[in-house]
């Protein structure tokens, strides 16, 4: 589950402040390369379903990265065993013992169609070579961050949700989450409501930390709270009178966008008209689009 685990002590986590990638404690050797044991499945609704699994001692990353992870399966032509693996982006925040993974279900998809089936002490395979855009390093200095997520997008958001960078950068971080029906917004609501109240945190990144953060869930079918897209929603302006916030400006906006490909090309086109440039790992700028990973 997308909690802060109780046995992360203040110890490992304020480690944190003078090196965010530290690596946990070894694990035992796997009998299959790259190999790393399932601990934990949950299934929030019948498509949709987090795991986490083992970390690899060797393995440091930056939150909002993702590395390959798949199972093996039987080539037809050559009866010889092979990985499939897939691009996820990892939902633990870098400082996490473990790591976390927040994924869809395609019945007749290659890999979903079997990995749903996954238990605690099944193996995975794990490519432990972490890649991605969504990181700050990405990003010009500002005042306000937007992260837009539609989906399972919101998995990159879940570890920098949980990055002290992230409050120690902006003033004020915003999370949007856009999906189709209210249970496909449960673990991110989850997420948000555990790290409101989680003390550990709050010693490490500073009290009242979660005030700066806003959390704006929308669902286009089922009905809700709020309904509708949120692109539709900037446009109109609701967003911004809803949140109470003035709206995006390169001056002092930055953003980070995951979803699906239709939804990033959207949001893309019109942060470019706000006045916001894409930028990358060698070339920051005021938005980042994850271009490896769709719901």
């Known amino acids: 589950m997308a909690t802060v685990r109780a046995s992360q002590t203040r110890s490992n986590l304020g480690a944190l402040m003078t090196d965010t990638n530290v690596a946990p404690p070894s694990k035992?050797?796997?009998?299959?390369?790259?190999?790393?044991?399932?601990?934990e499945v949950k299934h929030w609704t019948d498509r949709l379903f987090s795991?986490?699994?083992t970390r690899p001692a060797s393995l440091r990353f930056r939150s909002g990265e993702f590395v390959m992870i798949g199972l093996m399966q039987t080539d037809e032509k050559t009866g010889r065993e092979k990985p499939l693996l897939r691009a996820y982006s990892i939902a633990s925040p870098a400082w996490d013992e473990e790591l976390e993974f927040y994924s869809i279900i395609v019945q007749d998809g290659p890999l979903t169609s079997r990995l749903q089936h996954i238990k605690p002490g099944d193996d995975l395979i794990m490519r432990p070579k972490p890649v991605g855009t969504l990181v700050h390093d990405a990003l010009l200095p500002g005042k306000r961050i937007w992260f837009f997520a539609t989906g399972t997008g919101f998995a990159p958001f879940a570890s920098l949700l949980r990055d002290p960078q992230t409050y120690h950068d902006y003033d004020e971080v915003i999370i949007t989450h856009t999906c189709r029906e209210v249970g496909e917004l449960d673990y991110g609501r989850a997420l948000i409501d555990s790290i409101r109240k989680d003390e550990v945190l709050e010693e490490l990144i500073g009290e009242g930390f979660h005030e700066k953060l806003?959390?704006?869930?929308?669902t286009t079918r089922e009905e809700s709270p709020k309904m509708g897209r949120i692109t539709d929603l900037m446009r109109s302006g609701e967003v911004f009178r809803d949140?109470?916030?003035d709206p995006i400006v390169p001056e002092t906006d930055r953003a980070m966008v995951c979803g699906n490909l239709a939804f990033n090309l959207e949001i893309k086109d019109m942060l470019e008209e706000y006045g916001l440039r894409e930028g990358a790992n060698s070339d920051p700028k005021e938005y980042v689009v994850e271009k490896a990973f769709l719901d």
């Open 243 to 245: 949140l109470g916030v």
């Open 214 to 218: 806003r959390y704006y869930p929308t």
């Open 51 to 53: 795991f986490r699994v």
């Open 28 to 39: 035992p050797a796997k009998a299959m390369p790259d190999a790393q044991t399932v601990t």
